[in-house]
């Protein structure tokens, strides 16, 4: 069955770095474009990159701009979320996200704090 499985999130410090990876499963990953969106409670989940198929990326939000990366490993079926430089305003929790086929994934929670 379908399946996306984000692991890598924490507790960690700012302007420390996180690798968020999400696993795929159950379907053609790598036809797929996979997104990372953000939630913070309270407010809207919002889209924090794309990353097409053929590797095309989109940092839809400019605070992440220059400190995030996505990327992906299509033999691996896993797109990964490069965060570094992180600060106390990146608290949220991280969904992958296939929005072809509307899938998202459980969430991994992400804690900037000192």
């Known amino acids: 069955q379908l399946q996306l499985v984000e692991s890598g999130g924490g507790l960690v410090q700012p302007g420390g770095s996180l690798r968020l990876s999400c696993a795929a499963s159950?379907?053609?990953?790598?036809?797929?474009?996979m997104s990372w969106y953000r939630q913070v409670p309270g407010k809207e989940r919002e889209l924090v990159a794309t990353?097409?198929?053929?590797?095309?990326?989109?940092m839809a939000k400019d605070s992440v701009k220059g400190r995030f990366t996505i990327s992906r490993d299509n033999a691996k079926n896993t797109v990964y979320l490069q965060m570094s430089s992180l600060k106390p305003e990146d608290t949220a929790v991280y969904y992958c996200?296939?929005?072809?086929?509307?899938?998202w994934g459980q969430g991994t929670q992400v804690t900037v704090s000192s």
């Open positions: 996200f296939v929005q072809s086929i509307k899938f």
């Open positions: 159950g379907f053609a990953f790598s036809n797929y474009a």
């Open positions: 990353i097409t198929s053929t590797g095309d990326i989109t």
